[in-house]
């Protein structure tokens, strides 16, 4: 440590309101081990450095010592403090890496959602096509059944005319001989 002198405190506290500026700005996360270890062996240590008991000789000696208290109470507990610090800034890049990852993800989910409804909507629509063909092809057996049937019959009632037709046709050569009988008989 420097000097720790009475002439060498008195210098640095000579100027309040530079002191009290000192004190106010000090750097409390930049303490060294050493400088704290010398506090605690040297001041804190002693029964005498207690601020209730320095009030009664110096209201001002005893927020001095209440400071110096505070300063080493504070840097245990950033002693302490500091791992879990860095631990939430390393919690913190991995928590931004993992939403970035995350943001990536949705944004191909959506985009995979978005081509999923495209391919559904042209999914129904080739269902709703090939459901249609389906009708039209049942109606066209339908008529083709239909069609065949008729063309069975009529190839039956082929048969049937071709007899009427050979039949008239024998009735035809003695038709005129019958003619001519019914008409001799009539007469």
Known sequence: PKDLSWASAKKVMANVDQF???LINFDKESISEAAVAHCKKVLLSKDTFNPDRIRTKSSAASGM???VINICQFFEVFQTML???RQLEEAT???AQSNEALADIRSRLKELDDHLSLLTTQFQGATAEKSNAQSI?????????LADRLVQSLTDEEVR???EVESLSASESVLLGNVLLSSAFVS
Not at 137 to 145: G, V
């Open 20 to 22: 009290m500026a000192k």
């Open 65 to 67: 010592c209440s400071w």
């Open 83 to 85: 791992p879990k610090k």
């Open 93 to 95: 890049i991995t928590l």
């Open 137 to 145: 092809a049942q109606k066209t057996d339908l008529r083709l059944q």
């Open 161 to 163: 005319w071709g007899r």
